[in-house]
């Protein structure tokens, strides 16, 4: 049981480049999220998806674009990087259940746009 | 969107309670509200959830008072190893509304 998986660890982007952030877990979960976190900063959601086939928007969606692959996997593209987006970039799931929950984080994907 | 405010840093020593307040004027009837932690280069891990009164799990207590616009997250005998940041969060159920918003979080400081 892998729980949340992400790919690469670390990239480094030209800007105007493009590249596709991959995600999956292993836990049957329904919600799936993208969250950037900037030095000294918190964490803010870019997008999520409730359940397989729905996505939506975030607080910080502009520059990205998100795929809900299937049930495990939930990619987030950037289309045509910008030093803006260099970040640290968190996939996380959740069962999505209506009682309680609790979100399951990835190790992150270190991002310099250079 | 509820809103959360904590302090941004506190210190400690070893063996001591630690309390961290958070504020969340505007919850909602149906909010929970939730604690994580994250250490230096890892994702944020839960660590204690709750809707009203006091829950209790072996790492953590959270207690709620009746107007639930605050909660203090309460950790025994701190260590070292609880370095970290703690970020309240209130949001409905599981956040999959994309409601929760995590903010800056408590950077928690324990010294020898």
């Known amino acids: 049981n892998a729980g949340v998986t992400q790919t690469p660890k670390f990239q480094v982007l030209k800007t105007g480049q493009s590249m596709t952030l991959q995600c999956a877990q292993d836990m049957n979960h329904n919600s799936m999220y993208w969250y950037r976190q900037d030095p000294g900063m918190g964490l803010r959601l870019i997008y999520y998806s409730a359940s397989e086939g729905t996505t939506d928007k975030g607080e910080v969606p502009n520059g990205y674009n998100v795929s809900r692959l299937n049930k495990r996997e939930f990619s987030l593209r950037l289309e045509s990087a910008a030093p803006s987006q260099t970040s640290v970039y968190f996939c996380?799931?959740?069962?999505?259940?209506?009682?309680?929950?609790?979100?399951?984080f990835g190790p992150g994907t270190r991002l310099t746009v250079t | 969107l509820a809103k959360t405010t904590q302090p941004i840093s506190m210190d400690s020593y070893e063996g001591q309670e630690v309390n961290i307040t958070c504020s969340h004027n505007n919850i909602a009837t149906n909010d929970y509200i939730t604690w994580y932690q994250q250490f230096p280069s890892q994702g944020p891990r839960f660590i204690i959830q709750g809707y009203k009164t006091k829950v209790t799990n072996e790492v953590a207590s959270l207690f709620i008072p009746a107007d639930r616009k605050s909660s203090t997250l309460s950790l025994p005998r701190v260590s070292l190893s609880d370095t970290a940041v703690y970020y309240c969060?209130?949001?409905?159920?599981?956040?999959?509304?994309?409601?929760?918003?995590f903010g800056k979080g408590t950077k928690l400081s324990v010294k020898p």
């Open positions: 969060l209130v949001g409905l159920y599981g956040g999959s509304q994309g409601n929760l918003i």
């Open positions: 996380a799931s959740s069962s999505g259940d209506r009682v309680a929950y609790e979100q399951y």
